[in-house]
């Protein structure tokens, strides 16, 4: 059982009283060792264009399984990013929507339209990236810049109150800072979203070690990532 956890991607074939047989697709959001089996929240397909879109179950429950009945699995490492979930439910055979819940099979893909993924860039999918490690797979033209670069400083939390910003720079700055206290109190009930704040929670681990790494490396002291200032003068 130890080569599941939340996040993976699997296929199945569920047998109903009737003694038919169902593929299901669905992602990983637990695993009990008591019963040694696998929970799992399934995709199912709506009215949307035209039986084209695929969606979590609304109710957000999930369905435990035995582990005999998967055919094939996709482990997601830990804190990947959203372009190798993306290929992860390419795999399965679907292409994953940006918001995080619209599906559609990949031979629909053409005919579907789906919320773009946050990590697609909006120009040309042959545009040239940096093989520099210290870009992250990002073009080096001047927008982004690579971790070494001198001009590159440290993570440090905006001032919320620096004079030189305005009030709607400030608005978000505090809206922005509240929503990571907002993120650190909130205990989902269910297995889904149990599941997604452990993933989220991982990637921001793994990033706040990286900043956290690069201030020592400037000389600077560490700072509470999860607790940015929310105070704003009047």
Known sequence: MANYKTGDL????ITHGD???EIKFGEVVGVDLVTQKIEV????????QDGRIWHFEESDEWVAINKKSIVK?????????????????????FVAGGNG???????????????LLLCEDSESEEEEVSDDPAMHGYKNDGWCVPDNDPSCEPFHFADIN????????KEFIETTHKAVHDFERWNPTDK???????????????ACIQSDNARVKAGKSSISFTKPPLKRKR
Do not use: M
């Open 10 to 13: 699997i296929i199945c074939i």
């Open 19 to 21: 003694n038919s047989n």
């Open 41 to 48: 929240s399934f995709l199912k397909r709506t009215a949307l």
């Open 73 to 93: 699995h996709v482990p997601i490492p830990t804190g990947s990013d959203g372009a190798i979930v993306a290929a992860g439910w390419l795999d399965i055979g």
């Open 101 to 115: 819940f619209s599906f559609c099979l990949v031979a629909d893909e053409k005919t579907t339209s789906l919320p």
């Open 162 to 169: 620096d004079p030189t910003l305005s009030d709607e720079a």
């Open 192 to 206: 889904q979203s149990q599941g997604i704040k452990t993933y989220i929670g991982n990637a921001d681990i793994k």
